[in-house]
């Protein structure tokens, strides 16, 4: 097997190869004046596996060049590490595109692998067999060697609590998720349903952290009931605008996201986790 990085996941492509012991193919990636994108997979093109995460919508594009690029290897696999417009998975008003469906449908391989894919029901709309994988064992084993003041793992809501639960099993670390209460027009109270977080470091966790809104205001929310330090954690730091800024802004000690988009704070490699998949 041979590996083929796309542009969004070169450093993650480079990691999988070494574990792996697998070579690394060159890519000649170029722009036509005319804006158009060019691609040629460099070296003997036999079993592929190409990595590419799709932030963008020049990623989606990249990728399917790549796809087809090695169109005559005997296998062609896929891992997506990031899959871009997942959000999208539902129709809110008539004449909407679901385009988490438009852009699976486009991916024609014979294993396509993503992680933590932001609806598992997308993973039917792929041409091939496709797969999600879990990282947050991975977050919880950095966060577990962080040497933390008895840490807790929150989920900001139950969307997240399954990812809390995945980020905390058999580490010794309590997991909760976030229950808010109306108290009035105006006022909510926001708490852990079971267990109590004050003098405690507290570990914030989400599949993705985009704007940051919802980490800031839970942030916000979880510093009244007076937590030692809080940290924040997600699968895909997606991180736009200021983001960065206004998590450690509002009193975050530490971002912890993993490197399926490439960031400075992607300090949890799932690499380990893809090469595993591939065994």
């Known amino acids: 097997m041979k590996i083929v990085g796309g542009p969004a996941s070169q450093l993650l492509a480079s990691r999988v190869a070494s574990i792996l012991g697998c070579e690394l193919l060159g890519v000649e990636y170029k722009r036509f004046p005319d804006g158009e994108s060019y691609v040629r997979v460099l070296g003997d093109i036999d079993d592929i596996l190409i990595i590419q995460s799709a932030v963008t919508d020049g990623d989606w594009v990249r990728l399917l060049q790549l796809i087809d690029a090695c169109e005559e290897a005997k296998r062609v696999r896929v891992v997506i590490?990031?899959?871009?417009?997942?959000?999208?998975?539902?129709?809110?008003?008539?004449?909407?595109?679901?385009?988490?469906?438009?852009?699976?449908?486009?991916?024609?391989?014979?294993?396509?692998?993503?992680v933590n894919i932001h609806n598992q029901s997308i993973l039917k709309y792929f041409?091939?067999?496709?797969?999600?994988?879990?990282?947050?064992?991975?977050?919880g084993r950095y966060v577990s060697s962080l040497g933390l003041n008895n840490p807790i793992i929150i989920a900001p809501d139950d969307g997240a609590k399954a990812l809390a639960e995945s980020a905390a099993s058999n580490l010794g670390i309590d997991f909760d998720v976030l229950e808010k209460k109306r108290l009035s027009g105006d006022k909510v109270e926001i708490k852990a349903k079971h267990l109590d977080v004050a003098d405690r470091?507290?570990?914030?966790?989400?599949?993705?952290?985009?704007?940051?809104?919802?980490?800031?205001?839970?942030?916000?929310?979880?510093?009244?009931?007076?937590?030692?330090?809080?940290?924040?954690?997600?699968?895909?730091?997606?991180?736009?605008?200021?983001?960065?800024?206004?998590?450690?802004?509002?009193g975050a000690k530490k971002i912890i996201a993993t490197d399926t988009i490439e960031k400075g704070v992607s300090v949890v490699s799932v690499a380990p986790l893809i090469a595993e998949a591939l065994k």
């Open 81 to 114: 590490p990031y899959v871009g417009y997942a959000r999208q998975d539902s129709r809110s008003h008539p004449g909407e595109a679901i385009s988490a469906r438009a852009v699976a449908k486009t991916v024609h391989a014979d294993e396509i692998f993503t």
């Open 127 to 139: 041409s091939g067999n496709a797969r999600d994988l879990d990282a947050a064992p991975f977050i």
């Open 201 to 250: 470091d507290v570990v914030i966790i989400d599949d993705m952290i985009s704007t940051s809104g919802t980490m800031i205001e839970t942030i916000g929310l979880l510093r009244r009931q007076k937590p030692s330090d809080i940290y924040v954690a997600c699968v895909h730091p997606v991180l736009v605008r200021d983001a960065v800024g206004r998590l450690f802004q509002t």
